[in-house]
Antibody, heavy 120, light 106 residues
Framework: QLQLLESGPGLVKPSETLSLTCTVS??????????WGWIRQPPGKGLEWIGI???????YYNPSLKSRVTISVDTSKNQFSLKLSSVTAADTAAYYC????????????WGQGTLVTVSS | DIQMTQSPSTLSASVGDRVTITCRAS??????LAWYQQKPGKAPKLLIY???SLESGVPSRFSGSGSGTEFTLTISSLQPDDFATYYC????????FGQGTKVEIK
């Protein structure tokens, strides 16, 4: 059974870089069928797509975040990662990693999410 | 950019009720629409994709319909486990979510 698990610091200072990793188990991140993505949700608010990456390293980002976001993949560890630079309080959110399905840009399997707070 | 608008924002209903949630796109997204259910403190769960295809394992009381710019999620007979927030998501152009509809107990 596929499982995704986010990990990383729960507290990041303003202007610094948020870094999270998603570890995939029960399946290979190198599958040619899927992309792997990040979605976030500020407390009490809706969902925002951050971006997706293919095992080859090809990535696509939300235009509103593109200048600050980097998503990378490590196939040897079955992991993919998110870096968000120059964070502010507005980046405080639960961050989810998820698998984008083969038939379209929607997400069929999600991690449990991790809350990242931006505060000094 | 495509905007997604859900209505209502909150819906009060009783167990056994038929519930309908609407999602409107600012331009045609053909049938590239998904629906998710989210409970407090949990990740979203995929219910419907391609507007009307039921995800494996999702109860048949959930159904989706629509094309173009107007879509609906229907729960035929609301169950206690269905009280949650529901989101639509378009994937015709990039990925955009609706703002959510909270289904609460009447």
């Amino acid at each position: 059974q596929l499982q995704l698990l986010e990990s990383g610091p729960g507290l990041v200072k303003p202007s610094e870089t948020l870094s999270l990793t998603c570890t995939v188990s029960g399946g290979s991140i190198s599958s040619t069928d899927y992309y792997w993505g990040w979605i976030r949700q500020p407390p009490g608010k809706g969902l925002e797509w951050i971006g997706i990456i293919y095992y080859s390293g090809t990535a696509y980002y939300n235009p509103s975040l593109k200048s600050r976001v980097t998503i990378s993949v490590d196939t040897s560890k079955n992991q993919f990662s998110l870096k968000l630079s120059s964070v502010t309080a507005a980046d405080t959110a639960a961050y989810y990693c998820a698998r984008r399905e083969s038939s379209g840009n929607y997400f069929g399997c999600w991690g449990q999410g991790t809350l990242v707070t931006v505060s000094s | 950019d495509i905007q997604m608008t859900q209505s209502p924002s909150t819906l009060s209903a009783s167990v056994g009720d038929r519930v309908t949630i609407t999602c409107r796109a600012s331009q045609s997204i053909i049938s590239w629409l998904a629906w998710y259910q989210q409970k407090p403190g949990k990740a979203p769960k995929l219910l419907i994709y391609e507007a009307s295809s039921l995800e494996s394992g999702v109860p048949s009381r959930f159904s989706g319909s629509g094309s173009g710019t107007e879509f609906t999620l229907t729960i035929s007979s609301l169950q206690p486990d269905d009280f949650a927030t529901y989101y639509c998501q378009q994937y015709n152009s990039k990925v955009v979510f609706g703002q959510g509809t909270k289904v609460e107990i009447k």
